[in-house]
């Protein structure tokens, strides 16, 4: 039996669109880091600096925290504003969600 290539797969695929992210709320929201195995303390401390715009004793901050306690906040504001962090994050390795509240 031939394999299909990955690209005519059947299986859904779950895009953006189908994230269940309201930004039309005024609600709080922040950006959760998670702890992983594959990322160096300065490759974490490097994007906190480059995308979220944290000095570097900040980055340094929230890289140890994470690695302690396995998550941490690292921007809080609006979710419309958060998205693309988020997603810069994402695209960069890092573990990262929004979470209201």
């Known amino acids: 039996m031939p394999v299909k290539p990955l690209w005519e797969n059947d299986e859904d695929v779950l895009v953006d669109e189908?994230?269940?992210?309201?930004?039309?709320?005024?609600l709080p929201a922040q950006i959760i880091v998670y702890n992983d195995d594959h990322n160096t303390f300065e490759w974490v401390i490097e994007c906190f600096i480059d995308i979220l715009g944290h000095t570097s004793v900040?980055?340094?901050q929230l890289a140890l925290i994470i690695h302690t306690k396995g998550k941490a906040t690292v921007k809080t504001g609006?979710?419309?504003?958060?998205?693309?962090?988020?997603?810069?994050?994402?695209?960069?390795g890092l573990s990262a969600v929004i979470e209201e509240g």
């Open 78 to 92: 609006p979710k419309e504003e958060l998205l693309p962090l988020m997603q810069g994050l994402n695209d960069r």
């Open 58 to 60: 900040q980055a340094e």
């Open 18 to 26: 189908d994230l269940d992210l309201d930004l039309s709320t005024d």
